[in-house]
């Protein structure tokens, strides 16, 4: 009788035990979309199905809306009219857009316009799918129009102008970033405690997974010899963005030499001192904006910045040598080195 | 046996029981952690459209905006092989046997074994 009991116990136990894991169980739950010209995938920690379809849908509905603002291709964007009437007036814009505008204006000041999003006159001469690369003529003469300082904001009346006719503002270096920490907020906001927004290579976690551990993000390794995903490191994140920027995204290799979109705003030229810089910071906006400077700075003042910011970095030099700030060191696991 | 059988306790039945069951559950566990295999899973506007084995070889034409695409699955691996698109970004990626190839303007994604690398890598999102 007394073993029967016993088992008896212990039977009871075991289905509690069980019992108690599987309800209200947190699993992870993804998706992707295309969205801003790009690739988008929403992970969030959930009770349900149901509750993170709701809460990743709400996240897709508000990076669309804000991509929509600010693409640059597109006539009934914001950012469209304001370039349209460069030099002519300036534009009433939504909050989102114009705050856009500030942190990228604020970034090009840091940086000494080592980022600056005026730089749209100099891309527009590049096509790096037809292997179009314009003249030296053609780029010196559009440097003129390549001026942050020329940038005006007036935050009490919304509204942003561009001082110089054929100005072209492009928000592309920064706008992921901007849109993955909208994301994040819009997922908080339907109570969602933990996930990981990507908008293409700009990332931002937020919570631990399901397991208490953070998020681990893979850093690509620039001078990967497939079109599978090779990963050259590896960190683990939690309330924190990462971005990267290469000159493997965008970019035609012509008489042996390499020319890709991360161009240098006072030359007009791709910077050629680093292969990917990938830049870790609380929020998307300032890892996405200093990734572009940090690069066309080059290991040694792109470091200086990123301490003189307090940002953590990882910097691929033009030789494939690893940099990294002081403040990644124990946080970084390097897959392998090329 | 019988002999044993007969011999048991309630609780030595309910315990078997327990531990069938467990057995059971154990299989459903271990089919949802481990890799389901290779896939490709095919997306239009960010809805799963197909689903195909990357080791039969195979051509399929998926409707967009811009026209037919066509994706075509050999050797374990897959590629656009066709499309009607201004910059065909996607054609140009080629081959690949893990990884996503994105084609924006017709809104086509199509993912193969990624999920099951990186999850073998520990890895959540990749940046580059």
Not at chain 1, 34 to 51: G, I, N, P, Y
Not at chain 1, 147 to 173: C, Q
Not at chain 2, 20 to 31: D, K, M, N, T
């Amino acid at each position: 009788m007394m073993m029967l009991k016993t088992y008896y116990c212990f039977f009871l136990f075991i289905c509690l035990l069980l019992g108690s894991c599987s309800s209200n169980k947190l699993s992870t739950y993804r998706k992707s979309r295309a969205l801003m010209d790009t690739f988008v995938t929403v992970t969030v920690v959930a009770d349900s199905q149901e509750a993170a379809d709701k809460a990743i849908e709400w996240a897709f509905e508000v990076i669309g809306k804000y991509g929509n603002l600010i693409n640059f291709f597109s006539d009934t964007s914001e950012l469209s009219a304001i370039n349209r009437s460069a030099g002519i007036h300036e534009v009433r814009v939504s909050p989102e857009t114009l705050d856009t505008i500030d942190r990228a204006v604020f970034v090009s000041e840091k940086s000494g316009g080592a980022f600056d999003p005026t730089i749209g006159p100099e891309i527009k001469l590049w096509d790096f799918i037809k292997k179009v690369k314009p003249s030296d003529l053609e780029i010196r003469s559009n440097l003129p129009l390549v001026n942050y300082k020329n940038i005006v904001i007036d935050k009490g009346k919304s509204t942003v102008f561009l001082k110089k006719k054929n100005m072209l503002l492009d928000l592309g270096g920064i706008a992921k970033g901007y849109a993955a920490d909208l994301a994040v907020q819009a997922l908080k906001q339907k109570g969602i405690a933990s996930g990981l927004v990507a908008i293409a290579g700009d990332i931002k976690a937020f919570g631990l997974k399901p397991d208490n551990k953070p998020w681990v993000v893979g850093i690509k390794n620039p001078r990967q010899k497939s079109s599978d995903d090779e990963i050259i490191a590896k960190v683990s994140l939690s309330d924190k963005a990462i971005s990267t920027s290469g000159d493997y995204e965008r970019y035609f290799i012509m008489d042996g030499q390499r020319f890709h979109h991360l161009l240098v705003p006072a030359t007009g030229q791709p910077a050629n001192s680093c292969q990917s810089v990938s830049v870790i910071a609380d929020k998307g906006v300032m890892t996405d904006g200093f990734d572009n400077a940090i690069f066309i700075l080059g290991p040694e003042k792109g470091l200086e910045l990123a301490r003189e910011m307090g940002l953590d970095a990882m910097i691929i030099d033009a030789e494939g040598t690893i940099h990294t700030t002081p403040g990644l060191q124990g946080k970084l696991i390097i897959e392998r080195n090329h | 046996m019988k002999e044993t059988i007969r011999n048991t306790t309630l609780a030595d039945r309910l315990l078997f029981l327990f531990l069938v069951s467990l057995s059971v559950a154990g299989i459903f566990l271990a089919r949802d952690a481990l890799s389901q295999g290779s896939d490709v899973i095919i997306e239009v506007d960010g809805k799963p459209a197909y689903t195909l084995p990357l080791n039969v070889s195979r051509l399929l034409s998926v409707d967009g905006p811009y026209g037919p695409t066509v994706v075509e699955i050999e050797g374990g691996k897959v590629r656009v092989k066709e499309t009607h698109c201004r910059n065909q970004i996607c054609v140009r990626e080629g081959w690949v046997s893990r990884g996503v190839i994105v084609c924006l303007p017709n809104k086509l994604v199509i993912m193969v074994g990624g999920g099951n690398k990186r999850q073998e890598q520990g890895i959540d999102a990749i940046t580059g």
